[in-house]
């Protein structure tokens, strides 16, 4: 089973629409609630990302009998300096953003502490690529 997200950049009245659907199908489809919960947060954190800072980008969701892998793909600034960006707090969002709730600098690292895998692939001035794999 495959599924495929656009996500708008600044799209905030749509953001974590795809996350939602995906952990509505899940639930569906009978996966244990505290896998669909780790899936629905790194998911929504990799979402979220694309929405503040990438100007939007692609999300592919594939389900297998063993795994559930998501790649998402931006076409933003990139990642400048990874090990600095997957520590807690760290965040390039604005204050504006953080006004609105978000850029509380834990994206990456929630990503990684609720998938079984995580590559983070970044060219600067060319966006991010984001796999995120859980073991079913």
């Given at each position: 089973?495959?599924?495929?997200?656009?996500?708008?950049?600044?799209?905030?009245?749509?953001?974590?629409?795809?996350?939602?659907?995906?952990?509505?199908t899940l639930k569906q489809l009978g996966l244990e609630s505290s896998l669909?919960?780790?899936?629905?947060?790194?998911?929504y954190e990799a979402e979220m990302n694309m929405v503040i800072h990438a100007?939007?980008?692609?999300?592919?969701?594939?389900?297998?009998?063993?795994?559930?892998?998501?790649?998402?793909?931006?076409?933003?600034?990139?990642?400048?300096?990874?090990?600095?960006?997957?520590?807690?707090?760290?965040?390039?969002?604005?204050?504006?953003i953080r006004e609105l709730g978000f850029g509380a600098g834990m994206g990456?690292?929630?990503?990684?502490?609720?998938?079984?895998?995580?590559?983070?692939?970044?060219?600067?001035?060319?966006?991010?690529?984001?796999?995120?794999?859980?073991?079913?």
């Amino acid at each position: 089973m495959t599924f495929q997200f656009t996500v708008d950049g600044n799209d905030f009245l749509r953001a974590g629409e795809a996350s939602t659907a995906v952990k509505r199908t899940l639930k569906q489809l009978g996966l244990e609630s505290s896998l669909v919960r780790r899936i629905g947060i790194a998911m929504y954190e990799a979402e979220m990302n694309m929405v503040i800072h990438a100007h939007g980008g692609t999300i592919w969701v594939e389900l297998t009998d063993t795994k559930l892998t998501i790649v998402l793909k931006d076409r933003g600034p990139g990642i400048i300096d990874i090990d600095l960006a997957m520590q807690e707090g760290y965040s390039t969002a604005s204050q504006e953003i953080r006004e609105l709730g978000f850029g509380a600098g834990m994206g990456l690292p929630n990503m990684k502490r609720y998938s079984d895998r995580l590559e983070v692939t970044t060219q600067v001035g060319l966006g991010t690529q984001i796999i995120l794999e859980f073991n079913l």
